[in-house]
């Protein structure tokens, strides 16, 4: 299978540059040349199906062409070695739990599925080193570290503003060892941003190691978030459910509403979707108006979603031929301030026992709003609540459990390497880990 770049400046590429290259040289994001409706059979006989089937089928269709069926199985298999629920919450709506893996976030599926792939793709070219640089300014640092935990030939490097990411986060990529380093960079995100964004361009760095980023653009990371809306679909389907769904999504880069996009362009019976944002709203700004304005982000308590200029946007407009009428006749908005995120998490609380994020809420707040009569709501509980134990705890007023994984983390040792904000400290730092010396200053 083929990829072009949204931009359509760059040449078209298999699905090992892409994954390799993660963005086109026209600064466009990749998309599959063509994206396969699947057969009917396999919507009949779907309930009968795992999670781990299903995923095999969708992968298929995007990656058969270019693996072989052992290895993309194997892939498939080890990315879902856990559940991802449909639990209803109340009368219409219905959970969708994707905090089941071992950071508790939806992310593990896309970063797990790319350790993988990256993995299978340099064994084939014989390359024996690969080094993942990424940014965090908190979730992305824990699910691609532990994606990509104890995957030979791949060492990750994190980088993250040092003070500022909770410690349940911190604790998630500073505590793994292996082939995950830690660096703690005296500076904000934007300092570990263009710290790795230098990396990229440094000629010497990039004659002695084999960089690569692992953040969300990547195909690889992206593709994957398909599977658990077709295995959505099925167990809603188990429970009697089969019409007039309506998809509500957590939204923040906009890569996981994307994925179901595409899974509805496979032939999934999605009626609609609802695009749930924080204050962060320029993508409802945009369906209201045609007219799309990133500005900065703001801080929310949502704090994954706090994204100002959604990456894959430009993903949508392609899917729908910038047709802004198209759009907005498969998806709508929703906005939903601080206020309403504790109001909507206590009164779920209250009324019906279910525990929501502040995600989460954000999309259950979006369909309280906009369900209709005859629709049955799914919504993305895209992360555990006690990742944001401090918050819910303060707004339910009850402890919030910890899942054994998240304890397992905390009690781990902590182990980072200090760096300035310098490029140069980060360069040096790199060479000397890797035992390259003759660095020209
Ligand atoms: C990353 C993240 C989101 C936003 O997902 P996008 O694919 O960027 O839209 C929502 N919720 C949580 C918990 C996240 O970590």
């Not at 960089?211 to 978030?225: D, E, G």
């Amino acid at each position: 299978m083929k990829y072009y770049s949204t931009n359509k400046q760059a040449p078209e590429v298999d699905l090992q540059e892409a994954v390799i290259k993660g963005l086109a040289p026209d600064k466009g994001l990749y998309m599959p040349e063509s994206i396969k409706l699947l057969p009917a059979s396999f919507y009949e006989n779907i309930t009968r199906f795992s999670f781990q089937e299903i995923a095999y089928e969708v992968a298929s269709a995007f990656f058969g062409e270019d693996l072989d069926a052992v290895n993309l199985r194997d892939i498939v298999n080890e990315t879902l070695n856990f559940d991802a629920p449909v639990v209803r919450v109340s009368e219409s709506i219905y959970a969708l739990e994707l905090f089941h893996g071992p950071t508790l976030a939806f992310k593990d599926v896309g970063a797990r599925f790319m350790a993988r792939l990256l993995k299978y793709f340099i064994q084939q070219k014989g390359i024996k080193q690969v080094h993942v640089l990424v940014a965090t300014s908190g979730d992305t640092g824990s699910a691609v570290a532990n994606g990509f935990l104890g995957v030979e030939g791949i060492h990750v490097y994190v980088l993250y503003p040092k003070g500022k990411v909770s410690a349940i986060q911190e604790c998630q990529f500073t505590t793994l060892g292996q082939n995950i380093t830690a660096l703690e960079v005296d500076g904000t995100f934007d300092d570990c941003q263009s710290l790795v964004k230098s990396a990229f361009l440094d000629v010497e760095l990039n004659d002695q190691l084999r960089l690569t980023s692992a953040n969300s653009i990547n195909v690889a990371r992206f593709l994957p978030q398909a599977f658990y809306y077709f295995y959505a679909y099925a167990q809603l389907r188990k429970q009697g459910i089969e019409g007039n769904i309506v998809c509500c999504v957590p939204s923040g880069n906009f890569g996981n509403i994307t994925a179901g996009l595409v899974a509805r362009q496979m032939g999934l019976p999605i009626q609609r979707f609802i695009a749930a944002n924080n204050q962060n709203d320029v993508f409802l700004h945009y369906l209201l108006t045609g007219v799309y304005h990133p500005r900065p982000a703001i801080q929310t308590l949502a704090n994954a979603m706090d994204v100002g200029a959604p990456s894959n946007f430009d993903r949508i407009l392609d899917l729908y031929h910038h047709d802004h009428a198209a759009v907005t006749q498969i998806i709508s908005g929703f906005s939903c301030d601080d206020e309403s995120i504790r109001k909507t998490i206590q009164t779920c609380d209250q009324q019906t026992g279910y525990l929501l994020d502040p995600h989460g809420a954000c999309a259950y707040a979006a369909l309280l709003y906009g369900l209709r009569a005859n629709e049955t709501g799914l919504f993305l509980e895209t992360a555990h609540p006690a990742k944001f134990k401090d918050t819910v705890e303060e707004i339910t007023g009850k402890p919030v459990d910890i899942p054994s994984r998240l304890q397992a983390f905390m009690a781990g040792k902590k182990q980072t390497v200090e760096l300035s904000r310098d490029f140069q400290d980060f360069k040096k730092f790199l060479l000397e880990f890797n035992d390259i010396r003759g660095v020209k200053q």
